[in-house]
């Protein structure tokens, strides 16, 4: 059984910055994705990165350039550094992990890919 917990939201102001971390417990397999997705009030849940067992990642168009994804295998730890923030990726923050499967960094990009799940971190961006 895999557990997962996330960290490091909170309040910030356009433009600044927030680091998110991920703590994994249990048996994160070599053929995982680790993956970060965002809920915006009264929205549906989005895929905003990935990051394989290798370090291969994948970012949504919405925060290519400003968030990067990495991961430290040993301490089962995903990270997201989140910079130049806008109002509009305020929204809580989920980290989620599964089996890659047949899937490639650029299609495992729906919830339902994912069996595992945080309960999620709040982000919240004033303008």
């Known amino acids: 059984q895999v557990q997962l917990a996330e960290s490091g939201g909170g309040l910030v102001q356009a433009g600044g910055s927030l680091r998110l971390s991920c703590a994994a417990s249990?048996?994160?397999?070599?053929?995982?994705?680790m993956a970060w997705f965002r809920q915006p009030p009264g929205k549906e849940r989005e895929f905003i990165a990935l990051?394989?067992?290798?370090?291969?990642?994948s970012y949504s168009d919405s925060v290519e350039g400003r968030f990067t994804i990495g991961r430290e295998n040993a301490r089962g730890t995903l990270f997201l550094q989140m910079n130049s923030l806008k109002s509009e990726d305020t929204a809580a923050y989920y980290c989620?992990?599964?089996?890659?499967?047949?899937?490639?960094?650029?299609?495992?990009?729906?919830?339902?890919?994912?069996?595992?799940w945080g309960r999620g971190t709040q982000v919240t961006v004033s303008s």
């Open positions: 249990g048996s994160i397999l070599n053929n995982y994705y």
């Open positions: 990051i394989s067992h290798m370090g291969k990642t």
């Open positions: 989620a992990t599964g089996p890659r499967g047949a899937r490639t960094i650029t299609t495992a990009r729906s919830p339902s890919d994912y069996p595992y």
